[in-house]
């Protein structure tokens, strides 16, 4: 059979479709002859590295992605996971990095619609949202452009959807100059016995085509996302899609409706290779063929190729097969919300994907082919050279008050107010922690007490050091970040960030981050679900520190007993669980060696894993028997920090004990697996000898380092700071980095 094709298949052409000569002869010994163009097309859709993980799918298929209460795993729009009470949490992280850098608003906007459609998609309705994001040196000259374009992006879109930005990060790095991050993660709700699916069942059933119309905005968007950036940047303007969150909204609304008719067999969000994309997982997942009439897509265009159709990113659309005994009462219910709805295609038992466009085959391919055997990598890599260790007495003391101030102001540790107060973090009333604070907390509506808790984590110095230590210290500090409210951590998400996997030194980045990110996961019980990898962020060479992003959730079974950052009260002991003799030892890496002595240098923390899960179960424990509600986890910047962090969340000072040794080490190292709470002091009844004789069993260290009280925070020997003069160095630098 030959099908007419009006553009000749140039060795240019192919180039320009991100496809290699070795990927272009299988294809034509795949079809037996020349590609049309539009089939050149939906290869290049298929077979990038943003669609297909074709550098990562052999290190992805390592990771544990199973447990007790896991639903669905890798593979769905999103993951599913029991909540209980016939509950589940469905959620996902996915990166928007390179429309976000072009067209930095739209590009984070259409970041977060495509994530909330991936919930919804799977018949829950969105909860909550955060991002994750990293900026270049906030001295350069576009970093404050794309500072102020993503977060109103991002706000822009969430709060005009109607979904609570709950948490995320915001990082400053040159490395990120010219590649910035955007990774954004939404979480819904949904029933156990109303879970909906992508795999198409049946043959000669209706393909529907659902939501807004088809326009230019995001042709090649996928393609474009598994490049590296080069001097024409600009030109890419145009791959980067349009979002708007209101026929969004109304999207949302049509299809739960939709889903409680018993209407939809399966269904899927146009993401990434639009048309393409959704038509060829549906019928490959359910091992049948897929025939599409684009004369009845609906268009917002004239004389829109077919081309053109099947390779738009336009949002706010979705693709279905439907029973067809309900197509009337479905296509009433988009009708009702303002929305497209139209057949435009069947299923079929040939495992064909064909295409017809005014009255011409425009393409005849093998599906199977297309959606699951994409070419598969096993390429190079090389182990990362590990730095040596610090030698702590190549570390000056310096003033520690001084210090801290200077740490709490700078660009990766000043408060992040600035951005989430542009965003909604109280809409839809479920909200009981905003963001600041260790995770975002979300009540289940419906149940009394239940609610989720959500936080996302990386450091990508650790990461670059030591991409294994770094790896597991990402999802570590997840899983804390969690237990610090007193969640159970159920699952995480991964959106892996980073350079041009072609490269070996930057292949061994990522398979040694993956292999940490593995075992972390297996021994903290937190297995990965969904998640997505984002390569070749790299501009004119120069890649991005190796940024393994995690997003998890846990399970609070009764909010009451909470646990937030904030100083409760006054006349309260403070104690560090999980410190080694001294309070902390490590300043490799550490953001105390970078802001205040220049340097980076030696090895990151490690991250003892069993020692993780110890200190954490105990301190989960002290949360929900109600002995503490007040708990934070050390991070970026040690001890201080996070004391500094606590007194301006509450207002309320402490007084802190002279720790024996090297006071930055125990004040700024960023040692692993402690946390920092407070309890009653003053009882006479023997309740703290209990606690801490029930610390030493668990196999626990656990220090009183202090009391809270008063309106300073004096650290061991130095100078006392007013809880006023940290609160304005905390809050300070982002408003005045924003206005220039």
């Known amino acids: 059979m ?101 067209e930095p608003y739209q590009g984070a906007a259409t970041g977060v619609g495509g994530i909330l459609r991936d919930v919804f998609t799977m018949g829950a309705r969105p909860i909550a949202a955060m991002n994750a994001l990293r900026f270049g040196a906030p001295d350069h000259a576009k970093t404050r452009h794309l500072v102020a374009g993503v977060v109103a992006g991002i706000g822009g879109y969430g709060n005009s959807f109607g979904v609570p930005t709950v948490g995320g990060e915001v990082n400053f790095d040159p490395r990120y100059n010219g590649n910035c991050l955007v990774n954004a993660f939404a979480a819904g709700l949904a029933r156990t016995d109303a879970i909906f699916y992508s795999k198409a069942e049946g043959v000669g059933l209706p393909v529907v085509y659902l939501g807004a119309k088809t326009g230019r905005d995001g042709v090649g968007g996928a393609t474009m996302a598994s490049a590296e950036f080069d001097a024409d940047i600009d030109e890419k303007r145009p791959t980067v899609q349009v979002g708007d969150p209101f026929t969004e909204k109304c999207l949302l609304e049509a299809c739960l409706e939709l889903m409680a008719t018993g209407a939809v067999i399966a269904i899927q969000d146009m993401g990434a290779a639009g048309l393409t994309c959704s038509a060829v997982e549906m019928g490959a997942k359910g091992d049948l063929g897929i025939e599409l009439d684009l004369d009845k897509v609906p268009v917002r265009e004239e004389r829109m190729t077919a081309y053109e159709m099947m390779l738009s990113e336009s949002q706010e659309r979705m693709l279905m097969v439907l029973r067809p005994e309900k197509r009337e009462e479905a296509e009433a219910i988009f009708r009702k919300w303002g929305l497209d709805f139209a057949v435009v295609g069947h299923t079929t038992d040939d495992l064909r994907f064909r295409i017809r466009h005014q009255g011409d085959e425009v393409a005849d391919l093998p599906i199977k082919e297309l959606g699951d055997e994409a070419p598969e990598y096993d390429r190079p890599w090389v182990v990362p050279k590990a730095p040596p260790a610090l030698d702590p007495a190549s570390v000056p003391e310096g003033d520690i008050a001084d210090s801290l101030l200077k740490l709490i102001g700078s660009p990766d540790l000043s408060s992040r107010r600035w951005v989430w107060e542009q965003y909604d973090t109280l ?310 980095f924003m206005q220039g």
């Open 2 to 102: 030959t099908i007419p094709n009006s553009i000749p298949i140039t060795d240019e052409l192919v180039s320009a479709h991100g496809l290699k000569p070795d990927e272009y002869r299988r294809i034509l010994d795949l079809i037996g002859r020349e590609p049309t163009f539009t089939e050149l097309g939906i290869f290049s859709a298929m077979w990038n590295e943003h669609c297909s993980y074709k550098s990562s799918k052999k290190w992805l298929r390592t990771l544990p992605t199973s447990g007790p209460r896991v639903i669905q795993g890798p593979g769905e729009n999103a993951g599913v996971v029991d909540i209980g009470d016939g509950q589940c949490v469905v959620f996902k992280m996915e990166s928007h990095n390179h429309p976000s850098y072009i």
């Open 427 to 736: 809409i839809q009333g479920n909200s009981l922690q905003i963001p600041g604070g260790d995770a975002g907390v979300v009540r289940v509506e419906d149940h009394p007490a239940k609610a989720l808790a959500f936080s996302s984590d990386v450091t990508p110095r650790y990461c670059e050091a030591d991409p294994f230590e770094g790896g597991k210290q990402a999802v570590a500090e997840c899983w804390r970040n969690l237990t610090a409210t007193g969640a159970e951590p159920l699952a995480a998400t991964d959106n892996l960030n980073f350079g041009n996997p072609e490269r070996p030194e930057i292949m061994g980045q990522l398979v040694r981050a993956i292999e940490g990110v593995g075992e972390a996961c297996r021994t903290l019980g937190f297995p990965i679900v969904s998640g997505n990898v984002s390569l070749y962020n790299e501009t004119l060479g120069e890649a991005i520190p190796p940024t393994p992003t995690i997003a998890g959730v846990g399970l609070i079974p009764d909010w009451t007993k909470m646990a937030r950052i904030a100083f409760a009260g006054e006349g309260q002991m403070i104690l560090l669980a999980g410190a080694p003799e001294g309070w902390g030892s490590h300043l490799g890496q550490s953001a105390y060696l970078r802001e205040i002595h220049g340097r980076a240098e030696g090895a990151p923390p490690p991250v003892d894993l069993g020692h993780e899960r110890r200190v954490g179960d105990f301190v989960r424990g002290l949360i929900r028997s109600g002995r503490t509600t007040v708990v934070h986890d050390c991070s970026d910047g040690g001890l201080a920090v996070a004391l500094a962090e606590m007194a301006i969340a509450s207002g309320i000072g402490a007084e802190i004990d002279t720790p024996a040794g090297n006071a930055a080490a125990a004040f700024f190292g960023e040692d692993q697996g402690r946390y920092v709470l407070t309890v009653s002091a003053g009882r006479e009844d023997g309740t703290l000898d209990a606690l801490f004789d029930e610390a030493g069993k668990a196999g626990v260290s656990l220090a009183a380092i202090g009391m809270t009280g008063g309106h300073e925070l004096k650290l061991g020997e130095a100078r006392a700071i007013s809880v006023s003069e940290l609160k304005e160095a905390h809050e300070g630098w982002f408003p005045r």
